[in-house]
């Protein structure tokens, strides 16, 4: 099923269509997805909500380039990933595509603003973010606990800690894992609410994955998921 059509502009995000990913073998094979179709265009915030198994995980993995769909394109930023090698592929996610995870994921050793650093000097010299990391900490609510490590900051902080290190390099794609899902009501408004606001100040397209359906209210458009296909939800 088409859920918003495709424009120029639009190219600029992300735009799924017809892509299907199948998992196992010739005696037991999972459709994962099934001719998905999905348009998320810069500056608007996209939930997926759906039952555990209904592929939302696939979804994002697909569409983070790190799984390639069996049938179906993904482009980024107007670029096909799916006709592209490895290699290319692994390019156009490190400029284009930043992922949030669960937990943040964070290193453990690292300060919060040397989580930024790093992230930037391990990107391509040419196109490396000239943004101060600093800058962007503050942005995200974390400008006094910049110094600090995860273990001195709560579930919240390191979200937004996670949140400002994918927005270093500027992606075009923001990729969001459950950003609440260890987070308790107000915290999980303000993460939300900061992506929603993110997406719109830096012309991201964000594709957020949860079960948390207190959300969605900050949400541009929210999608559901069940046995591999998507749909607009009803709000």
Known sequence: MSTTPTTATDQLGLVMSGVSL???DAAEIVQALD???LTVPPG???AIVGPSGAGKSSLLAVAGGLA???EGTV???GQDMTVSSRRTRTELRRRHI???FQ???LLPALTAVDQLRLVQRLGPRSERSQRDPRELLADVGMADKADRRPHQLSGGERQRVGIARALVTEP???LVDEPTAALDRARSHDIVQLLAREARQRSVAVVMVTHDHDVLEYCDTVYEMIDGKIAPASR
């Open 68 to 70: 390639r769909p069996d």
């Open 103 to 105: 937990s943040g994921n």
């Open 98 to 100: 930043g992922f949030v």
């Open 22 to 24: 199948r998992h196992g």
């Open 172 to 174: 075009t794609v923001l």
């Open 75 to 77: 482009t980024v930023a």
């Open 35 to 37: 001719h998905v179709d």
């Open 44 to 46: 608007q915030l996209a």
